[in-house]
């Protein structure tokens, strides 16, 4: 029997579904092969981009559709001055007990307070026992969209009559009204109730589908503040629950889909070919993208990490280049993309399907599998990963060629397609997903659009399993504007720095850090990339240093407890030794036991910060012995972050981060806490080898003569303590015991203070 939902009524009959003759045809286009397009045709490979005329020097590549179309949010990340003592006394204290997913009422479990049952489109209230109405702990579907830029009824914005009879989905069972969606700028009801008939259905076999559906406008009071913000901080059980989760992209009719991420992949394809042999990180072969699609992440980490080591990699990267921006340009015009809310709901659920406005899932052709398998978000995060890894590595040589022929329109595309797409794949969030990195979605908040601002803390809470602000238990009735980002992501920084005492500050910030909040990630946190195999969230950190929070004037600042020692003295023992083996004079011996990642400390994007310090640090960079350019490329100088990699220039920028404090703050300390010690090997994953074990330590400065005076941090390091085949260089190590696994030895001295 097929269940019809169609205007809110269930019938035992088979009933067509709504005429799908609004769904855009999307023309057939002849997939990439395995030869180069040329430049003339390459711009149509989706049929979006104008053609370019490559005769005269001045012509460029036309703009992104996607940031016109859906262009991402604009939130200033400073230039702000919030007065945090006036949040001291009607903020309250939350204890890392109380920011915790626990329920309000242990009863309901992991259960949500509502389910829509789909064939009587009636939303029945959780009872006792796990009870659905005559259901006791049925099996569910979650859908993940974005409806709320489109909601004809936003409070305060005028109605237009053109949308009078405009009407929502029927939802019996419920007493608030469901909210009307504009059909012109959206999706039609018609579409909405073919969505929830479509969750019934099994997927590719796997089961039997279900009757129930967690749908938020059938399952929260939108209008209802205490009931919405308990929900909100129940999202994670809620998804992760679900047996399937289905993300909804209205834009695409199922073939334009289908033809997109068919190009995507393909795309990639081409980038493994480039990928050139010795590059730093994980190498997969060219038959990788092939079975991307299907389970993630293990199908595709489990594909042999082999390459072609005699391969030598085509020139020209505009081909591929050209056709990963075009398919990314247009699946990043769905507003899916640049929703706050479904960024926390697709961490959540990685294996969610991807789904045209038709609502039924896509399916990919798995060469490598030889199956035909449903598309999910994890299968396009890694797409998604493995072109962000080699535009990565393709952009310096790139933006190189670029200024040494600038008239030059076929090497300014290249660069600038490369850098497109680097940034999309940032801006947009799938690179921070593919991490599976948490840290690094808040970052991606800040591009993405919500009502409020608050909302940016709120909508990626749950990630971390924490409750905060008016959504933590007991908070549910307070005055909701008693919160505000700024005293929010206090909260968020101090559970994460208890929580996490080493991952929470493996970030670099992008601005500088306004003073008090260096402590905790903000909205320029970023995850850099380290020189080390693993990723950074599968690592098993062993802490060494502890944290919390004080309230100075009304604002939190950090707390360190821990082992320091003198940055210079550490940077001797780093520079004493030579890691690999005599005969390896290419590779590992230039290699440096360390890598310094540093926050972008010469900022003047901020207003309120030391200005004054900023200005002697540039000074001091200008009287520099070591040279003004290489260091401001060494101090991210205005915002242009490059990672430095461990090698030659890694002991650079070390001495010069002493020689540059030491000149611009006389007799200001440059010390290391020892967050803690790691592994290189993934959880799970065989043991550590002698040359996989590494400290992790936060760089830290005192600005000021006073002891009182906070220290503040200037960014983190990691190197390596154990080595085998290590073989000193001329000048033995001077403090060898700086190296070692003992924090307590000769040079580490306990240290308890306040910073930020």
């Not at 909100?232 to 998804?239: K, N």
Request: glycine share 6%; with cysteine; proline share 6%.
């Amino acid at each position: 029997m097929e269940i019809s939902v169609l205007r809110g009524r269930s019938t035992n009959e088979t009933t067509a579904s709504p005429n799908m003759d609004e769904f855009a045809e999307y023309p057939e286009t002849p997939p990439l092969d395995q030869s180069s397009l040329p430049i003339e045709e390459e711009f149509f490979v989706l049929g979006r981009l104008a053609k370019l005329e490559l005769d005269s020097p001045g012509d460029i590549p036309d703009a992104l559709q996607s940031s016109k179309l859906n262009p991402i949010a604009s939130l200033p990340l400073s230039k702000f001055e919030h007065n945090y003592g006036a949040d001291s006394d009607i903020v309250p204290d939350l204890s890392i007990q109380n920011q915790t997913s626990l329920p309000d009422n242990d009863d309901i479990g992991r259960w949500p307070r509502r389910l829509l049952h789909i064939p009587s489109m009636t939303s029945l209230e959780w009872q006792p026992g796990n009870i659905y109405g005559d259901h006791v702990a049925p099996a569910y579907s979650a859908v993940s969209y974005t409806w709320g830029r489109y909601d004809l009824d936003i409070p305060g914005v005028k109605r237009q009559k053109k949308y009078k009879n405009v009407r929502g989905i029927e939802i019996n069972g419920i007493d608030w009204p469901v909210p009307r969606i504009n059909p012109d700028k959206h999706f039609h009801v018609d579409h909405f109730y073919n969505l929830i008939e479509q969750t019934c259905k099994p997927v590719d076999g796997a089961d039997g589908g279900t009757e129930f559906l967690w749908l938020d406008v059938a399952c929260i009071d939108q209008n209802n503040g205490p009931q919405k913000m308990a929900e909100i901080g129940r999202q994670a059980i809620i998804f992760q629950n679900a047996r399937r989760v289905f993300i909804w992209l209205t834009t695409f009719g199922a073939d334009k889909l289908t033809h997109v991420i068919d190009t995507l992949v393909q795309s990639s394809g081409k980038y493994m070919e480039t990928y050139q042999q010795g590059y730093p990180v994980r190498r997969r072969p060219v038959e990788y993208t092939s079975c991307l699609l299907g389970q993630f992440p293990d199908a595709a980490m489990s594909v042999a990490k082999a390459y072609k080591p005699d391969y030598s990699p085509p020139s020209d990267t505009l081909p591929w280049s050209g056709a990963a921006r075009a398919s990314l340009d247009q699946i990043f015009i769905d507003p899916w993309f640049s929703s706050l809310w479904t960024l926390q709901e697709a961490f959540l659920c990685p294996k969610a399907y991807l789904v045209p406005l038709e609502a039924s899932p896509i399916y990919q052709d798995v060469q490598w599998e030889r199956s035909h398998t449903p598309v999910t978000l994890g299968a396009l995060c890694s797409v998604a990963e493995t072109l962000k890894e080699v535009v990565d590595d393709k952009q310096p040589s790139a933006l190189q060629d670029w200024e040494l022929d600038r008239d030059n329109p076929v090497v300014l595309k290249r660069w600038k397609y490369l850098s497109e797409v680097s940034t999309m794949l940032t801006q947009r969030g799938l690179s921070a997903l593919a991490s599976r990195n948490p840290m690094a979605l808040y970052h991606v908040a800040q591009y993405r659009h919500t009502r409020n601002d608050k909302d940016r803390v709120y909508g990626i809470q749950q990630i971390f399993a924490l409750r905060l602000g008016a959504s933590a238990p007991g908070c549910h009735d307070l005055d909701p504007k008693v919160f505000n980002r700024f005293n929010l992501e206090d909260q968020l920084g101090a559970a994460l720095v208890q929580q996490y005492p080493v991952a929470s500050q493996l970030h670099n910030f992008t601005e500088t850090a306004d003073r008090g909040t260096g402590w905790r990630i903000n909205a320029s946190s970023t995850v850099p990339k380290m020189d080390i195999k693993s990723n950074i969230w599968n690592l098993d950190f062993q802490a060494r240093s502890s944290f919390s929070t004080q309230k100075v004037g009304g604002q939190q600042w950090g707390v360190f407890n821990g082992y320091t020692c003198d940055l210079a003295q550490l940077a001797a023992s780093w520079r004493s030794l030579r890691y690999g083996s005599c005969t390896d004079s290419t590779t590992a011996a230039a290699r440096s036991p360390q890598q310094v990642l540093l926050d972008d400390i010469l900022s003047t994007t901020s207003e309120f910060h030391d200005n004054d310090a900023i200005g002697r640090l540039r000074m001091a960079i200008s009287e520099s012995d070591h040279g003004e350019d290489n260091l401001k490329g060494l101090f991210n100088y205005h915002d242009s972050r490059r990672v430095v990699h461990r090698g030659q220039r890694q002991h650079l920028l070390t001495s010069a981060l002493i020689h540059l404090i030491g000149r611009a703050f006389r007799d200001a300390p440059l010390v290391v806490l020892l967050l803690g010690s790691f592994a290189d090997v993934e959880k799970g994953g065989p043991s550590a080898g002698p040359n996989d074990k590494y400290h992790v330590g936060l760089i830290l400065t005192r600005l000021g003569t006073e002891v009182k005076t906070p220290w503040k941090r200037l960014g983190f390091c990691i190197w390596q303590y154990e080595y085998k085949g290590v073989i000193p260089s001329s000048n033995a190590c001077l403090h060898p015991d700086l190296l070692g696994d003992e924090d307590q030895s000769a040079g580490w001295k306990n240290l308890s203070d306040t910073f930020g």
